[in-house]
């Protein structure tokens, strides 16, 4: 299991980097079209709506990535004055929690994902396509979530310390 998790994380580290390039490229086309909006009144009619989409896949690249590092949003202050037991206790919770919404996301991720393919949606902007392509990452993120938080408890069950910003053993 201790192989699947390192590999794993390769994975989430090769997806960070993946959104870091993404954010590199929607910098350099927001720059450019200013730059071209600025000097010719021309532009790209399209930027602003691909740097939209960009946003949101960055989001879902780096949200396992940042779980698996403990650089979520978390408060754990209760965590640091409960005994370590109990602090254990909550964060096996907090982590079943969080695998069951991910788990309920994963399941209407890929409802309205097939969904949207079955009825042949598409979007209709600047750049028209099938909007299944937009929500086909909301799915595979989720499960990519969800199989952190199986490692996250079982980091927590080894009984070693969990290097992801916790207090907790």
Not at 36 to 44: E, P, S, W, Y
Request: proline fraction near 3%.
């Amino acid at each position: 299991m201790t192989r699947l998790s390192a590999a794993y994380g390769r994975l989430l580290d090769a997806l960070a980097v993946l959104a870091a390039l993404l954010l590199l490229a929607m910098v350099a086309l927001v720059t450019g079209d200013i730059l071209l909006r600025n000097l010719t009144r021309g532009g790209f009619a399209w930027a602003n709506e691909v740097s939209e989409y960009a946003l949101y896949l960055m989001t879902l690249l780096v949200a396992p990535w940042l779980l698996r590092r403990g650089q979520h949003v978390r408060l754990d202050l209760v965590l640091a004055n409960v005994p370590l037991r109990a602090a254990r206790v909550m964060e096996l919770l907090a982590d079943l929690i969080g695998l069951g919404v991910c788990l309920v996301m994963l399941r209407y991720g890929i409802g309205i994902t097939l969904e949207s393919w079955r009825l042949g949606s598409i979007t209709i902007k600047n750049l028209v396509f099938p909007e299944w392509w937009l929500l086909a990452p909301l799915p595979a993120a989720f499960l990519l979530i969800a199989l952190e938080f199986v490692f996250r408890m079982q980091r927590l069950d080894t009984g070693g310390r969990r290097h992801d910003a916790t207090s907790v053993g």
